[in-house]
């Protein structure tokens, strides 16, 4: 499998196994200032996911939706400008730089000759990356998935802290808070589609553009 390919959405992958790379989405309280990883409807010692909105557990004050669009956004265009920066990275020697080589996906290496060595230049941070993440953050507010429970586990399984796993909500709250909620995840969903319609097109593009640099 290439890595620089898309996973199908559409197959039996879980969010978990698919986002496994993704940078999470931490929100900062605006009462008391606490960071929140949040990862949707689903269980977190850190907030709540109530009738109301998103609760933070350290001081029990709901943070307003405006906040976390903010803050959502904020993240998005770091993350943006990050990929923007075009930083390359060579396979062998590790040199990292923003200059494309003429000869093509070829390390330009130490003395900028591309004599010196074999190595092949890749995007630090990816097109395809940059897609996941935003596909990631789109599925934090998707409302089906946390009532499937197929949202990535805010705890990794493999290496959980037993004791700092929450218990696990019930059918009826998660299908009442899922309802509940629906439109104001909605509106959160459609900051992130924003963004991941530009960037899907330019996958596109940069996928026949930059063909030679994607394809390693
Ligand atoms: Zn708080
Ligand atoms: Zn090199």
Not at 135 to 161: C, E, G, M, N, T
């Amino acid at each position: 499998q290439n890595e620089d390919s898309l996973q199908p959405l559409d197959s039996t992958i879980t969010d978990s196994e698919r986002f496994r790379d993704s940078k999470d989405l931490f929100i900062v309280c605006p009462s008391c200032h606490v960071t929140i990883k949040f990862g949707g409807i689903q269980s977190s010692k850190e907030y709540h996911v109530t009738f109301t909105g998103v609760k933070c557990t350290a001081c029990d004050s709901v943070i307003p939706w405006l906040s976390i669009s903010a803050q959502l956004e904020h993240f998005i265009r770091h993350e943006i400008s990050y990929y923007y920066a075009g930083w390359l990275v060579c396979s062998d020697c590790g040199l990292h730089t923003r200059q494309v080589s003429v000869y093509g996906r070829r390390c330009i290496g130490e003395h900028g000759t591309a004599h010196s060595c074999k190595g092949v230049m890749k995007y630090c941070y990816s097109n395809k990356q940059l897609y996941n993440q935003l596909l990631y953050l789109q599925s934090l507010f998707d409302v089906d998935k946390a009532k499937k429970r197929s949202l990535k586990s805010l705890h990794d399984p493999s290496i959980a802290d037993k004791e700092n796993v929450p218990v696990e909500m019930n059918k009826g709250e998660l299908d009442a808070l899922v309802e509940q909620n629906r439109e104001s995840f909605e509106v959160m969903k459609g900051v992130v589609n924003k963004y991941l319609e530009d960037c899907g097109r330019r996958y596109v593009d940069m996928g026949s553009i930059f063909g030679f640099m994607v394809t390693v």
